[in-house]
């Protein structure tokens, strides 16, 4: 089989051209005689990826010097608790909005821990839209505010920053890191898995504000404490080492097209080639407010399940496939990260655009 366009929500696609340098490197890096696979994560020649890896990421997101970058493992969803673990003082207190499926999930590991606000929610209209935010709900001096900037599952995005004066700002940024410009600077606290927009699953990136780390209590398990692995500069024990040589490949190939603000022009066209597409169909129906439509998941039905079946069945024989909805939602969902070419958006409303044709 050849390769296909491949909408997978995660672990998702990823550019042609660094899986090309990953295999030509694979057998013998750079001459040393041995995979990155096989080196010690001590050794000088994988610091040096290591450190690579780190900078880039530092230069294509702007991420100020008062803050360091960590190459964690255990997915987002070890953030869920380590957060909390790690930045509540003695007011326990968390102000979070409540919309999607992992921000719900973000919710239930904060309860464990703090009194928990969800300052807003759209859970009651199956997260259809990204919830309003209304400032004077939020509590004045809580620990952080945490808000997920996209919601993978159903589609909607915020792209405007919370404003929350001087309560740190915590955001989940899987799903869409790197596929628009943030200020970093806003933020206490961001959080990613690698392997929506970065690389391989297996990376969890923590960029996390100085200061905030005196929070940490010393009686954390040494592997949940932040300063664990600042303190050791990411080596405390072995760091997932591929997997970071690998999103350091991602972000070299981020900044040779231009940095994150070209990419982002990038991606508004190739999610507008659909939108436009779901618009202008007498059978398509967007699942989400179109204000708050995400630019890396796109979330439609066209109707009914039968033909959504049919859709994604016939969609996967030309080559274009993982379109299904998630099962909550149905329908079916477009992933457009960072790595997927504008070719693949282009194959897939042609692709649209004929089955409504022949299934009206
Ligand atoms: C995929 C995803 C997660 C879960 O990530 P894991 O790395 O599987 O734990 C959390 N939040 C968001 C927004 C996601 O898209």
Redesign the pocket.
Known sequence: MERVFNFS??PSVLPESVLKIAQAELMNYKGCGTSVMEMSHRSKIYLEIFDNSTALLKEIMDVPDNYKILFLQ???????AMIPMNLLTDKKTVDIVDS????H??VKESIKFAKTNVVASSKDSKYDHFPVLDPAKFTPDADYFHY??????FGTKLSAIPQTGNVPLVC????NILSEVYDVSKFGLIY?????NMGP?GV?VVIIRDDLLARSPESLPTMFNYNTHVNADGMYNTPPTYGVYLAGLVYQWVKDLGGVSAVHKINEEKAGLIYDCIDNSAIYKGYVAKQDRSLMNITFNSGNEERDNKFCKEAEKAGLVNLKGYRTVGGMRVSTYNAMPIEGCRALVEFMKKFEMENK
Do not use: R, V
């Open positions: 929500a995660g255990g997915g987002a969803s070890t953030q869920f999607g499926h992992w921000a999930l973000a997920t900037s996209n919601n993978t599952i989940d940024m899987s799903s990613a898995g690698a392997q929506k699953a969890t």
